[in-house]
């Protein structure tokens, strides 16, 4: 079962950046799919980037967010630029290693199977 290990969460003000890493316990070139999603307070766990040959976004990640794989490292990375108090949350990173990714899913929790335990970002106004 592959672990999923995030880091790089914190707290900044609005504007500010920061940089999300999700370490995997398997080979990240073996990954159908990988993606970002997070749960603010009150609210559903939404996705937010995710990457299959293609990179998707959420209208409220586009041109702000980034997401990228390093093979050598067997990391993924979420890039944040331009920090809103709205994108305050627990950030959680994904995979699926079992099954075909579907495109137009690719923000949805059920394209996967394993998950990490998150890490928090805080922005405050």
């Known amino acids: 079962q592959v672990q999923l290990v995030e880091s790089g969460g914190g707290s900044v003000e609005a504007g500010g950046s920061l940089k999300l890493s999700c370490s995997l316990s398997k080979s990240i070139g073996r990954a159908n799919c990988l993606g970002w999603f997070r749960q603010g307070p009150g609210k559903k766990r939404e996705g937010v980037a995710a990457?299959?040959?293609?990179?998707v976004y959420a209208d409220s990640a586009k041109g702000r967010f980034t997401i990228s794989k390093d093979y050598t490292e067997n990391t993924l990375y979420l890039q944040m630029n331009d920090l809103k108090p709205e994108d305050t949350g627990m950030y959680y990173c994904?995979?699926?290693?079992?099954?075909?990714?579907?495109?137009?899913?690719?923000?949805?929790?059920?394209?996967?199977?394993?998950w990490g335990l998150g890490t928090q970002v805080t922005v405050s106004s």
């Open positions: 994904a995979a699926n290693f079992d099954r075909y990714c579907t495109v137009i899913y690719l923000l949805d929790e059920g394209e996967f199977e394993a």
């Open positions: 990457v299959t040959d293609k990179a």
